[in-house]
Structures are given as C-alpha cells and as structure tokens.
C-alpha cells in the first residue's frame, strides 16, 4: 500500500489567495484526520470524518476553513481567503478504527502565507 | 478534559547512552496511549501503544513504555541510542474517537 499520499507537499501562495489541500488515505480506512502543526501550538486536531461524514470540525478556526470528504478515497482542506497566521504543515492521517490504535500519517503539505 | 504534557522540549544525549523522554497525562476515564516520532519532513510514525494488560509496551527501534496509573505516567526509554534516533517524539492519548499529542520531544543524539 502507498500510504496515505498528500498534495501537493509544499505550497507558497499570497495572503487572499484560495488554498486547496488533498488528502488520499489508505484503502479501506474508515477514519480520516485533518492536523496542523506549528511551532507555537503544536499538533491540533481541525476535523475528522468517519465513512465520509463529518463528524468533529471544532478544531477548525474559522469559517475560512472547510473540508469535505466526496468519496472514501479522498479529502480536500480549503483556506479562503488564506493569510499569513495559517502558514503551518498540515498532515492527513488515516485509520481503520481508531479504537486499534493506530493513525497513519501523510507526508504532509508545508502552507506558506506570504 | 484529556491533556498530554511532555515536559522536555529538547533532549540531547550521546551516542549509546540510554534515555527517559517524560509524558505526563490528564483524563477522567480510561485512556489509550501512544508514542509517535517524527523524522524531519515526514509525517508520525507509531511507536508503540499502550491500550491494556502488560504495562510494559516493547515498540519499533529498540523503545519501550511503561505505563503508570498512579502517576498517569508513560514514559519512553531506550536503554541505548544511536544518531538515528535523532527525531521528534510525540506522546499521545486516545479517547472518544480523537487523539490528544503533547507538544513533542526533540531527541538529540550527538556522536
């Protein structure tokens, strides 16, 4: 298996600009996690889908943000308009069931806000 | 409320010597716990998990767990460490569906 595979890996953009992260996950997870990571805070939950339904975004800051899962291969992270606080990593993870243990994690997509 | 607190920031240490990376934790029911580590660049990768019996949990590389109920412990040691254990280690708690990390260890390893 590939792995849980994120695009694009880097992404430099200026503040306003649409920004638009994709997330495949591993075949047959039924879990989905979106995390940002900053120096300052650290790894934050923003939302997490279960078989494609939303089921917590209270980790999203604002209403700039939104993700939407069509299908169970693949998730889409949307900043608009974006600005230079939202630069971070954010990473994707996968799971078959949180409750075994484990998150798989992508790669993940390094936002730049300039 | 869950929370995980990791202490140290940073660890340096030298080559072949062991090391204790502390993780502290807070929740009202019983918990799941994980050490995660970080390669510069990548995503977590699992290290080892804790989710019932044996309080002692053997992972990847050498690492092992020891969790602690009356000090809502579960620390990471290696009694041996090699520059390839350089990385950022994160300690994690799992319940009702979410993962709580800490803020994340940065290993060291100097030669």
């Known amino acids: 298996d590939a792995g849980v595979i994120q695009s694009p890996r880097h992404e430099v953009t200026e503040m306003g600009q649409e920004v638009t992260l994709r997330c495949k996950p591993i075949?047959?997870?039924?879990?989905l996690f979106w995390y940002r990571q900053t120096m300052m805070r650290g790894l934050e939950l923003l939302i997490y889908f279960n078989n494609n339904v939303p089921i917590d975004d209270s980790g999203m800051p604002e209403d700039r943000f939104s993700a939407k899962m069509p299908n169970a291969s693949f998730s889409t992270l949307k900043i608009q308009p974006s600005e230079p606080r939202d630069s971070a990593v954010y990473f994707c993870a996968s799971s078959p069931g949180p409750r075994l243990g484990e998150l798989f994690f992508g790669e993940g997509s390094r936002l730049t806000v300039l | 409320a869950q929370s995980v607190t990791q202490l140290d920031s940073q660890v340096p240490v030298f080559e072949e010597a062991p090391v204790e990376l502390r993780c502290n934790y807070s929740?009202?029911?019983?918990?799941?716990l994980f050490w995660y580590v970080q390669y510069p660049n990548q995503g977590l990768q699992l290290l080892l998990k804790?989710?019932?019996?044996?309080?002692l949990v053997k992972g990847i590389n050498g690492f092992e767990a020891e969790f602690n109920k009356s000090q809502t412990s579960f620390h990471l040691r290696k009694p041996s460490v090699h520059i390839s254990d350089t990385a950022e280690y994160f300690c994690a708690l799992y319940n009702f569906n979410k993962f709580y990390f800490g803020s994340g260890t940065k290993l060291n390893v100097k030669p």
């Open positions: 929740s009202s029911v019983s918990v799941y």
């Open positions: 804790y989710l019932s019996g044996s309080t």
């Open positions: 075949s047959g997870h039924d879990y």
